[in-house]
């Protein structure tokens, strides 16, 4: 059975190493707020102080953190898995980030003889915690096939996309459909509002029919209750909307719906409310 490490144990790397801990795997943790590991190690893991440390201890690597630089210093940092992972390890970096640093990032490593995939994932703090988030992977499709059996105790749904950065590309459609998705539902809401229809009674209707989606269901009901307490952070939606309309600039594609969702959530962060969820937009577009 293979040996894990896994780098980053917030609101969504947490409960994914809790579920390999619960499934029989060793798994070596590093987490820069020592804080956010003692759960983990109550239940069976074993901390460590770098990347650099766990690095010569596992033999698959799976990081899960904030942003393309926090990845590029877990990966090729001083204090880096680069400097001591042997040849063969496979790294599975399950964060949202550049689709061209993945691409370079995977080079690095390959000459170290270290594989790497990018795994990154959708459905919330509820799909980490249940194991049935949705796995968006880019890579070799070899590589993918021997960490196959631990990514389904991570998610339900696996889909190899393409090579290197194809899986951060998937994920960032992903963010834009939500972002996009979210301000039609406002819309629709604040429309039945404001012409004298039960809001309420409008979205119990259409959950019924082809304007039915899992935003509707879960973001409508936030909107109408007021309640943003975060599936997913205004903030974090913000930086990866912001990696998806960079990726689009590169490769011409203009997206002016999705430039609307960005400065919705520009407006919420800069309000402070970067830590609600990213469907207190609708708050934004009330206001």
């Known amino acids: 059975m293979y040996r894990i490490g896994f780098i980053g144990l917030g609101i969504m790397g947490k409960p994914m190493a809790l579920n390999l801990l619960n499934a029989g795997y060793s798994v070596s943790i590093y987490a820069r707020r020592p804080e956010m590991a003692q759960q983990l190690v109550h239940a069976g893991a074993i901390a460590y102080s770098s990347a650099k440390e766990i690095a010569n201890q596992v033999d698959i690597i799976i990081t899960m953190v904030t942003a393309t630089a926090d990845v590029e210093e877990v990966l090729l940092g001083k204090m880096g898995i680069i400097e001591t ?160 309309l960079e990726q689009a600039h590169q490769v011409g594609v203009d997206m002016p719906a999705a430039k609307y969702g960005m400065q919705c959530l520009d407006r919420l962060v800069m309000k402070g409310h970067s830590d609600l969820d990213s469907s207190a937009i609708h708050m934004i577009i009330e206001d």
């Open 85 to 244: 992972a042997k040849s063969g390890t496979i790294v599975i970096d399950m964060s949202t980030i550049s689709a061209n640093a993945t691409q370079k990032m995977a080079d690095k490593l390959a000459k170290k003889g270290i594989e790497m995939l990018d795994a990154p994932v959708s459905g919330g703090e509820q799909g980490a915690i249940t194991g049935s988030l949705t796995i968006m992977v880019g890579g070799k499709p070899e590589i993918l096939e021997k960490v196959h059996p631990i990514l389904a105790i991570l998610g339900k749904q696996i889909v190899h996309v393409g090579g290197h950065g194809a899986g951060q590309i998937a994920k960032a459609c992903n963010q834009v459909i939500i972002a996009e998705t979210i301000i039609a539902v406002d819309e629709a809401l604040r429309l039945a509002k404001a012409s004298g229809v039960d809001p309420a009674k409008v979205r119990e209707a259409l959950l019924g029919g082809y304007a039915n989606s899992r935003i509707l269901e879960i973001h409508g009901k936030r909107m109408l209750e007021n309640d943003y307490k975060p599936g997913f952070k205004a903030g974090l939606h913000r930086k990866d909307m912001h990696l998806a």
